[in-house]
């Protein structure tokens, strides 16, 4: 008879303790959740004036919501880190951008040309005129630079990371880069840094 009671009280000391670690752990994940500083990791691969704009816009809009920010550059990505950034548009190849006049009236501004590729690619200096073209709609649109942007991310504390094997690769000098790059590393450096983010994104 001892034997049972004894065993019906353990069975129910472990049920109050199984609740009671419950309740506290559930309360401690929402606490840390709650107190967590977000984080966002890019890596970004591309140098042309479009494609600058997506990692400056989510690292600047992420700094600005005070997450912890980190950008790797690496390959062609490594010239928007350059003091100059020679940022050019490519619209070849690229269907999805359209072609449209940055001023005149509003129907003109209207029209997405389709130009061909066979047109773009033997015009010469068609990309300086998308370039242009570009900037023009940017600006009319109160878009900020490309360097505005970076300014912004590294005001916010976002850090800025160059790839030091790109830089090897092709021969750049450390001192053609923004003095505020965060770190010359490579890819071993930085993926451990990615793993823990809490998002991760490849541009």
Known sequence: MNMIKTTTDEAHLNDLIDKRLDAVLERKLAEIEANKTPSLAII????????????????????????????????????????????????????????????????????????????????????????????????????????????ASIEGGAKLFACQMTVDLFGHSQDDYIPEVEGWIGATSYLPMSQKADISLFI
Not at 115 to 132: C, D
């Open 44 to 151: 970004a691969t591309k140098g042309t004036m479009d494609m600058a704009y997506p990692p400056f816009i989510l690292a600047s809009t992420a700094a600005a919501l005070e997450w912890d920010v980190s950008v790797f550059f690496t390959f062609y990505g490594l010239e928007l880190l350059k003091k100059k950034p020679r940022l050019q548009v490519s619209p070849l190849g690229n269907p999805s951008m359209p072609m449209k006049m940055p001023f005149g009236p509003e129907w003109l501004k209207g029209i997405e040309w389709n130009i061909p590729n066979a047109v773009m690619s033997n015009v010469p200096g068609f990309e300086a005129m998308a370039t242009a073209m570009f900037k023009e709609t940017t600006c009319a649109k109160g878009v900020a630079s490309v360097e505005e942007l970076r300014e």
